[in-house]
């Protein structure tokens, strides 16, 4: 129970700092529906502009480059170093059936999803 209200906690900090900040300290946001390739595209970019792409950690007060799943709302439209990245979502959907059915090295900690998914279906 603690690691998942402190997954919920860097989950809010990291959403918080992402609408507030970025603006502020010039950030990059990359934009995408989950299983689309914006890890990878995620960090291509990042390596090209030499910033830091802290996934699964607290996010600095740096200039950094962040990954999320949301539409831009309120006054961080206004960032205009946004990347929206497009899939096919024929590619989305065979993504998320082979992540969620079969056992591969990002999901080998989840064996108990794994299980769930396969009986379900």
Do not use: A
Request: without cysteine; glycine residues 6%; hydrophobic residues 40%.
């Amino acid at each position: 129970m603690f690691n998942t209200l402190k997954n919920k906690g860097i989950n809010f900090t990291r959403l918080l700092f992402v609408n507030s900040l970025t603006i502020l300290n010039k950030s990059v946001l990359l934009i995408e529906y989950p299983k689309s390739g914006g890890t990878w595209l995620g960090q291509l970019v990042s390596e090209y502009l030499q910033i830091p792409f802290p996934r699964h950690k607290m996010p600095s007060l740096n200039k950094s480059l962040y990954l999320g799943h949301y539409l831009p709302r309120g006054w961080i439209k206004k960032n205009k170093k946004i990347i929206f990245l497009v899939r096919d979502g024929r590619d989305v959907l065979i993504s998320l059936y082979f992540h969620q059915l079969f056992f591969n090295e990002k999901n080998i900690n989840q064996k108990k999803d794994v299980l769930y998914y396969r009986k379900k279906f």
